[in-house]
């Protein structure tokens, strides 16, 4: 079976990723180990795939689109050892 995403935009995406994150936050009801010192949610981002400064962030939302914009990529289950000064590879 071919997993493929044709048809699907990266905006569409990470909307849908993000609508997901924010869904599941707000069925909780209490903090989250992805909040960040402000308070909001956080995206984990594969930066820089394919070159050695590849890592993972966890970006605010509002950050995300301009990384994808620029090839970065979400990450599924925000896998790798991940923080804001930059965490593992991406696989």
């Known amino acids: 079976m071919n997993k493929t995403n044709v048809g699907v935009s990266k905006k569409a995406r990470y909307t849908m990723a993000v609508s997901l994150v924010l869904g599941i936050a707000a069925a909780m009801l209490v903090g989250s180990p992805s909040a960040n010192a402000k308070?909001?949610?956080?995206?984990?981002?594969?930066?820089?795939?394919?070159?050695?400064?590849?890592?993972?962030?966890?970006?605010?939302?509002?950050?995300?689109?301009?990384?994808?914009?620029?090839?970065?990529?979400?990450?599924?289950?925000?896998?790798?050892?991940?923080s804001a000064a930059g965490g593992d590879s991406c696989y």
Do not use: I, R
């Not at 820089?48 to 890592?55: D, H, L």
């Not at 605010?60 to 925000?78: F, K």
């Open 39 to 82: 308070g909001g949610d956080e995206v984990p981002v594969c930066h820089m795939p394919g070159t050695p400064a590849e890592k993972v962030l966890m970006l605010p939302s509002s950050a995300v689109e301009g990384h994808l914009d620029h090839g970065d990529y979400l990450l599924g289950g925000g896998g790798g050892s991940s």
